[in-house]
């Protein structure tokens, strides 16, 4: 099959790997009908040293069930299902507390011997625990607001619900990505009054203000956080969801807070330390976040996009093949695409 490999930053291929097949009883074998590019591939795009063997990409893709291993009871071959961009048994004490990224016996796609999802058929471990089917057909317009489950959509919900948004809150997205987008529809679906938007690219703030944001703030740094208090009447918003990952947002994230609120980081951190000092201390700041528990939100998310609620799928600009995911790749890269749609 096809499938993508990263060798280094800048150099992404499509090539010829074996067929993935069942290796343990609780397997699937998934034949991938919609996947995408992360924002997060963009890291390694962008500073992985050079590999000689490359490492398969891709974490997010919906699919139909092709094969299924001896112990998977709850799937049947014909499912199209969504797959969270981790795996997990959903039975373990750590699924069970709604965090299946914990899981005891889960695991990360593209290691570890296991499928990426940039590819034409993915074999999913923990099948049972891991995969949601999905009540439409394999050729629904729904394909790509049901694929953001997979990560983009619930991780922006990730971010406004660890950050305690909530009717009559006020919250800041920091980043115009498509994290940052989901999470102001996810914020104007629990209810926030007030949504303030950090981002600098015109047509991605545009739609932040379809999806809900009431008020968009350009600047940056100092002068992005000064613009936020000004817009609180000083004091700042209960919530910051900080969707970029970076040591300077980080700090912003921190400028912008109001006493008694809540920080949630859900961009991959490209940092090690966070300036918790005697400020955040005496303003009674929290700071949470992490990697989603994609499959906790499932369930809850699914209704609203299949009755039409809400559409996080318009996070995608862009459609490739699979032969053009390389150049899905530059164009987020570029920022000339917000996110990449691969329909192989």
Not at 193 to 207: N, W
Not at 285 to 308: F, H, K, Q, S
Request: aromatic share 4%; with cysteine.
């Amino acid at each position: 099959m096809r499938a993508t490999v990263m060798y280094g930053a800048g150099d992404v291929r499509v090539e010829n790997v074996p067929d993935p097949g069942i290796q343990n009883p609780t397997d699937a074998v998934v034949r991938v009908v919609r996947s995408c590019v992360c924002g997060s591939d963009l890291w390694p795009y962008a500073q992985m040293e050079h590999s000689e063997e490359g490492t398969r990409m891709g974490h997010e893709f919906l699919g139909v069930v092709e094969d299924i291993g001896s112990e998977v009871s709850n799937l049947k071959r014909g499912d199209l299902v969504v797959a969270p961009f981790v795996w997990s048994d959903n039975t373990c004490d750590f699924c069970r507390e709604g965090l299946p990224t914990s899981c005891r016996n889960g695991g990360f796609y593209a290691m570890d011997g296991v499928d990426g999802g940039q590819g034409e058929a993915v074999r999913v471990p923990q099948a049972d625990g891991t995969l949601v089917k999905l009540p439409v057909a394999e050729d629904s317009a729904l394909l790509p607001s049901l694929l953001t489950l997979s990560d983009v959509y619930c991780t922006g919900h990730h971010g406004v619900v660890t950050s305690r948004v909530g009717p009559g809150k006020s919250v800041t997205v920091i980043g115009d990505g498509a994290v940052g987008l989901c999470a102001v529809l996810a914020a104007k679906r629990l209810g926030a009054e007030q949504i303030i938007l950090l981002g600098r690219h015109k047509d991605r703030t545009d739609l932040g203000r379809e999806f809900g944001a009431t008020d968009v703030v350009p600047e940056r740094g100092e002068e992005g956080v000064e613009r936020v208090r000004e817009l609180t009447g000083g004091d700042g918003t209960h919530a910051v969801v900080e969707a970029v990952g970076a040591e300077q947002t980080m700090a912003n994230a921190l400028g912008i807070v109001r006493h008694g609120g809540v920080v949630s980081r859900l961009g991959v951190a490209q940092y090690t330390s966070i300036p918790l000092g005697f400020d955040a201390m005496m303003g009674n700041i929290t700071v949470t976040g992490g990697a989603a528990p994609a499959r906790a939100y499932i369930e809850e998310l699914l209704p609203d996009i299949l009755d039409g609620s809400v559409e996080p799928g318009r996070v995608f600009t862009h459609t490739v093949g699979i032969d053009g995911i390389p150049d899905g790749y530059r164009a987020m890269a570029d920022r000339t695409a917000l996110k990449v749609l691969v329909q192989p």
